[in-house]
């Protein structure tokens, strides 16, 4: 112990040094956002191959039940095509009704299949790492989703990777449907459980019952209409008693992401821009 105050004493000013440096370099990237920014860009870039070969080393390991899931939604998937093909083709009398629908509804987008490089479910403002960026055509502002539902919106981007806020943040504002009900609100995560999510400015008159499915509503000019979120737990009116509150579960498991498809909506960034030329243009003048 001696020994160690001994040295302590004899470097102080290093030490000092060090934590004063450390301190300053906290304050430059907290409060300056630019150079946040910058730094939060770089900083994905520099750890991105670490976490992308820990993240291959992880998918490969959970292979086997990710495959296991992948044939069960495979076959749940095609009884449901089954089922539905065989009812458009009776209310049609046309065997390709439902294949030129398909075609028609897959022309207006793209899919970018990406990987998950970090991703965590414990905290309250939680982000995703994908391993794909703008040389792969990723734009901010973009749906994420997998085979089970949405995941959430990029939010930066560089070369080489992404950033994407998932619906476990605090900052996820989707909007949504009560399917086959038409009533619609907005998807929020309070945190602590990572299965479960709110939907927020349902009307009071609205007939929603638990097992309801809750699906995207197309508002947001980032989803298409129609993705699947999770399914309605419970229903209780909202703190200040002038609209429901609804308990969702989470169709998509955070907690064994691997594999996610970026959308590229083709029609997205005429509506996008579209919206803020409406809004320029209405402004007062002075």
């Not at 300056?32 to 670490?50: I, L, T």
């Not at 479910?121 to 790492?129: A, C, E, K, S």
């Not at 479960?196 to 000019?221: M, R």
Request: proline share 3%.
């Amino acid at each position: 112990m001696r020994n160690l105050l001994a040295f302590i004493a004899k470097y102080n000013h290093w030490f000092l040094f060090v934590i004063l440096e450390v301190i300053c370099v906290v304050l430059l990237f907290r409060y300056n956002s630019y150079q946040g920014s910058v730094f939060f860009s770089s900083a994905n870039v520099a750890v991105g191959k670490v976490y992308e070969f820990d993240a291959q080393a992880k998918s490969f390991f959970s292979l086997t039940k990710v495959n296991e899931q992948l044939t069960q939604r495979n076959l749940y998937l095609e009884e449901q095509v089954k089922e539905l093909t065989e009812r458009m083709v009776e209310i049609t009398n046309d065997t390709n009704y439902t294949k030129r629908s398909q075609l028609e509804m897959l022309s207006s987008y793209k899919l970018i299949p990406a990987k998950v490089v970090t991703n965590s479910i414990n905290q309250r403002d939680n982000l995703i790492t994908l391993d794909k960026g703008s040389d792969d055509g990723v734009r901010v502002d973009m749906g994420v989703a997998c085979g089970n539902g949405v995941v959430g919106i990029v939010y930066m981007v560089s070369k080489k990777y992404c950033v994407v806020i998932p619906v476990l943040n605090s900052h996820s504002n989707i909007s949504v449907t009560v399917d086959k009900r038409g009533y619609f609100g907005y998807l929020h995560w309070l945190g602590r459980r990572p299965d479960k999510a709110y939907v927020n400015d349902i009307p009071l008159h609205a007939k929603v019952l638990p097992g309801d499915q809750i699906v995207t509503s197309g508002y947001s000019s980032i989803f298409p209409p129609g993705m699947q979120v999770g399914k309605v737990l419970y229903v209780f009116k909202s703190l200040d008693g002038l609209s429901l509150q609804l308990q969702v579960r989470l169709s998509t498991d955070f907690s064994t992401l691997r594999d996610v498809c970026i959308i590229d909506d083709a029609k997205m960034k005429e509506r996008i821009d579209l919206m803020r030329a409406a809004q320029d243009s209405i402004k007062p003048r002075n």
